[in-house]
């Protein structure tokens, strides 16, 4: 396709397709658990999570989220209030920072 004349319009063109696809299913995909959670919208995301795995027992894993969100709601470096547990990592040093940018 390439080597003739115009072939990168044939490779543009085909590249679409399977992003066209993509988009088309992702239009009617459920919105994310966690992020209903972290939304405050809690009912919403247990609904979701009940529908996603055919059963009505989604507790356990309903408070694995709650704390997943108790701990990034501590940490200042997501958003949080809490300390910066992920200051402790390399990549968030102002050594590193400074080559990054």
């Known amino acids: 396709v390439a080597i003739t004349a115009g072939g990168w319009r044939w490779t ?6 399977p992003s066209t696809i993509m988009f088309i299913f992702m239009i009617f995909m459920p919105k994310s658990v966690r992020w209903l959670y972290f939304q405050g919208e809690i009912e919403e995301a247990k609904r979701i999570l009940k529908e996603l795995r055919g059963t009505d027992d989604v507790e356990l894993e309903m408070e694995e989220i709650a704390e997943d ?8 470096l997501l958003g ?5 547990k992920l200051n402790d990592l390399y990549l968030f040093t102002v050594h590193c920072i400074k080559y990054l940018i």
């Open 80 to 84: 949080g209030k809490g300390d910066n």
């Open 12 to 17: 543009l063109g085909l590249s679409c397709v």
């Open 69 to 76: 969100y108790r701990k990034t709601k501590d940490d200042k």
